[in-house]
């Protein structure tokens, strides 16, 4: 039986979303909030006859333009012209899962009842999500402050019978989808094409998809790092509570947590060291990934915020009969948010790639670069310098994009987030990370065989033995590439329960 999940106004955070995603549940409005999305519409028409005032963007031209009054009778006729000319979109394909979620936090973001749409708009992109047909957007294009008006655009189109969309993995026209379903082109009324335009939701899906995959792969650190540990024989005691409990970071003290939980009954942790010390990229996995799991979590909070707000503009409070021009569509929350998620998830690739480095050195009883015959056989010597270059450019890409603004619409918007470019990077970012883990996991399993006849945890031995039913232990050289796009493969589809995900 078809699953469904309400849109209302209960509080929508990020574990829910990624229940939704998982189970693939569709999209109803609730009574609540189709009563709201008609009663606010009611209200702006009634206005828009009893009164001879001039409304931003709904009887006057946009940006620069607010000062061009425009008469009633073409009131559709300027919706229609604002999405077609936003409609300038480049660059690469958003992927199919963020344009759902585009889609998914459009929905949520009018059914509040603030935006003036009609209810045939907000239903029709319920159809749209839940029959799948995605339009084609683009990643370049918003500079992340009117909203996302060129994506959000590019969203809109198939609305009007225009633009592109995809379906059962086929390019339908807009108008070749509306005739597929027998769908009638949406006559925008006013206001609607501005509320459709202006709003986050490119910035905010990519915040969704980054989150989700950014708490998954931080857990995987733990994990990974882990096992990177044990191959290295290296020590416990960097993880006693005791020490975690006088500097209470509580991303700290989770991690450590989590790795004493990991290596419960281990016998390589717990047998005697010749060495004193491990190196910081063991030693403070702790005080590493649990700074960049509070930043998660920073993140998170701002994110959910985001998804849970009206954000185009201007704003009708049927209520307090007003209608309000202001700025809520500008992404300056965001894009520091996504700034500061960036550099924290780099740091995780960062000190991973260090951990790798440390296991391929011939240190500790280990083959140099992991291999029983090195000199004749190269070993896993290249996966480091990939790791390590993957790390560069996420070094590279971590600079901030919030600290720059460029003036737009003839000064009008002369102050811009860049959180579209922020989202875009921090996507590259976090697949860069799931790379660089993908390649300490291949070293990790490949020097914690040398440690044979001990074990480690039950755990950590379970998680290998998965790996190896699709990652061979490696006995001389071969294509390391697909070894590496295995692992990649292995970590995308290792399912994490979201009460580890999210606690």
Known sequence: MQEFHHIDNKYLDISKINDIIITKQQLKLSKESKDKIEKCRQYLDEKLINSKKPFYGINTGFGALHNVKISNKNLTLLQENLVMSHACGTGEKVPSIIVKLMLFLKIQSLSYGHSGVQLATVKRLIDFYNQDVLPIIYTQGSLGASGDLAPLAHLALPLIGKGEVEYDGKLYTGEEIS?????????????????????????????????????????????????????????????????????????????????????????????????????????????????????????????????????????????ADQIISGGNFHGQPLALGFDFLGIALAELGNISERRTFQLVSGLRGLPAFLVSKPGLNSGLMIPQYTAASIVSQNKQLATPASIDSIVSSNGQEDHVSMGANGATKAKRIVDNLETILAIELLNASQALAFRKPLKTSVFLESFVGLFRNDVPFIKEDGVLHDAIVKSISFIQNVSIDSLELFE
């Open 179 to 319: 005739l597929k379903f027998n769908w009638e082109k949406i006559k925008l009324q006013s206001k609607e094409g501005l509320a459709l335009l202006n709003g986050t939701q490119f910035m905010s899906a990519y915040g969704v998809y980054n989150l989700l995959k950014g708490f998954k792969l931080s857990y995987l650190a733990d994990v990974i790092g882990a096992i990177s540990l044990e191959a290295f024989d290296g020590r416990i005691e960097p993880f006693n509570k005791l020490i975690h409990l006088v500097r209470p970071h509580n991303g700290q003290i989770r991690t450590a947590k989590k790795i004493n939980e990991f290596l419960v009954d281990s016998e390589i942790i717990g047998r005697n060291k010749k060495h004193l010390q491990d190196p910081y990229s063991f030693r403070c996995m702790p005080q590493v990934h649990g700074a960049s799991k509070d930043t998660l979590n920073f993140v998170k909070k701002t994110i959910e915020t985001e998804i849970n707000s009206v954000t185009d503009n201007p704003n009708i409070f049927v209520e």
